[in-house]
């Protein structure tokens, strides 16, 4: 994976540049300073005080301040406390994190180690999803090595400080990436979200504080802890610190991850990263974040992108999957796949999802073969909005996302396939 010239590289600093299952290569690439120094030479709330001034928001979708989560679950009551890295990542078109964990797994292990230390925990686990089978290896045989070293275990580095990692490999459902869900699953339970509050920080696994965070969160820190806050504050925009990693996928020259300062725009990373629209198309909408982000035209494709500036322009940034698509494509036809994906998904606790995500599915079932009704548009915007409103969890909220997105920028071209019963985009056949 070779870089492009105007990259800036933090997360994915040493993939494709060093042997992963070397730790004397990452040793090599400062690999294991940053844990040094947290143990021999700072406190605890020292560090939480550099992650919380370095603006580090969390990359699994919500843009969290991870620092506070830190702190939260640091001066939570209970022991013990818990570090849990999410590397469930199911979100559809979402592979950075396996790219980080393939390409660099000691990163990982530095930074949760580093998490442990901070929040003052003893027992960290890495929730990998279940088809990542080379993830699995090597973050086995990254922690083998960290053991063999000194570097977890016992007396890390000399110090008192002890810390150790499990591995849990996924089940292969999109809702255990979820965060309290994911806690159940490690329980041993069935994947379903938990009613909250109370949060992971004060009631996670095992009733216990317990920190959750993202793959890519966690690869920033031994950087941050290396170079200090205000570096990690001279990239991205003055709210939305650091790097960010997209994925760059559909109808584009140049598909492929990259990492890129946030507050890019979505116009850059298609024009300069992705190549430009093949054979000289006309760009038509994105759905930024995954399948459970916004639909996006052309009027927005010049918000810098960080998690402020998406959110007040009415989209979002999610995984960071931008998926591109040209004059070629339908909306409808896209609104297909995107709600079979949720209604298989839902993990059907609570009714407003349940329900919901299939009403849904079978609305733009009936709307892409002709059967579309006047009354479908509004259904469409009243189950969405319930769903955003009542949903227990972040799948159901953000099922509603793509089609209230869609419907908002591209309501013609739907109504068109209910009263023309004709598909603008000649996709659907009728
Ligand atoms: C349905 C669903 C799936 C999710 N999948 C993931 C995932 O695969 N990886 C991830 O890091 N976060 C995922 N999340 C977000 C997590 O619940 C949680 O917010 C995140 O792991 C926190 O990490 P961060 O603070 O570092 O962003 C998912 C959320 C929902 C609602
Ligand atoms: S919103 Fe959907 S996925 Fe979440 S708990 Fe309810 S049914 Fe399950």
Redesign the pocket.
């Known amino acids: 994976m070779v870089p492009h010239k105007s990259e800036e590289r933090i997360v994915l600093s040493n993939v494709g540049i060093i042997d992963p299952e070397s730790i004397e290569d990452y040793i090599a690439h400062d690999g294991y300073m940053a844990l040094r120094n947290v143990v021999k030479e700072m406190k605890p709330n020292e560090v939480i005080e550099i992650i919380k001034q370095s603006n580090l928001l969390?990359?699994?979708?919500?843009g969290?301040p991870?620092g506070l989560?830190w702190e939260f679950t640091r001066k939570a009551k209970g022991e013990p406390k818990y570090i849990i890295a999410?590397a469930?990542?199911?979100?559809p078109g979402t592979f950075k994190d396996r790219i980080v964990l393939e390409g660099d797994p000691h990163r990982i292990i530095e930074a949760i180690t580093i998490a442990g230390y901070a929040v003052g925990s003893n027992d960290g686990y890495i929730y990998i999803r279940g088809e990542y089978k080379l993830v699995q290896d090597r973050i086995r045989t990254a922690i083998k090595q960290a053991h063999e070293k000194g570097f977890l275990g016992e007396n890390i580095f000399g110090t008192d400080f002890t810390f150790d990692i499990k591995v849990h490999q996924g089940v292969g459902a999109?809702?255990c990436?979820?965060?309290t869900a994911l806690i159940e699953s490690i329980e041993g339970k069935r994947g379903e979200p938990r009613f909250r509050p109370p949060y992971p920080p004060t009631y996670g696994l095992f009733g216990k504080p317990t920190v959750?965070?993202?793959?890519e969160?966690l690869a920033n820190i031994p950087s941050i802890i290396r170079n200090g806050a205000e570096w990690f504050r001279g990239f991205g925009t003055e709210r939305c610190s650091g790097t960010k990693v997209y994925m760059i996928l559909g109808n584009v020259n140049e598909r492929g991850v990259i990492e890129v300062p946030l507050g890019i725009t979505l116009r850059e990373v298609i024009e300069i990263y992705g190549g430009g629209i093949p054979e000289n198309k006309k760009f038509k909408l994105a759905q930024t974040g995954g399948s459970s982000g916004s639909i996006i035209p052309e009027s927005l494709l010049d918000v810098p992108m960080d998690y402020v500036s998406m959110i007040k322009a009415g989209a979002s940034l999610g995984s960071g999957a931008l998926l591109i698509c040209d004059e070629t494509n339908c909306v409808v036809d896209l609104l297909k796949s995107i709600t079979n994906f949720f209604s298989y998904e839902s993990c059907g606790k609570c009714v407003p999802c349940r329900v919901g995500t299939k009403k849904i599915q079978n609305i733009i079932e009936s709307i892409s073969n002709g059967g579309g009704l006047s009354t479908d548009i509004p259904m469409l915007e009243d189950i969405s909005n319930t769903m955003a409103a009542m949903s227990l969890?972040?799948?159901g909220q953000?099922a509603a996302v793509p089609i209230l997105s869609a419907i908002k920028h591209f309501r013609k071209e739907i109504e068109a396939h209910i009263v023309d019963k004709s598909c603008p985009a000649n996709v659907c056949k009728f």
């Open positions: 969390g990359r699994g979708g919500a969290f991870t989560k999410n469930d990542e199911s979100e999109y809702i990436g979820e965060e959750v965070n993202n793959v969160t969890c972040g799948l953000a």
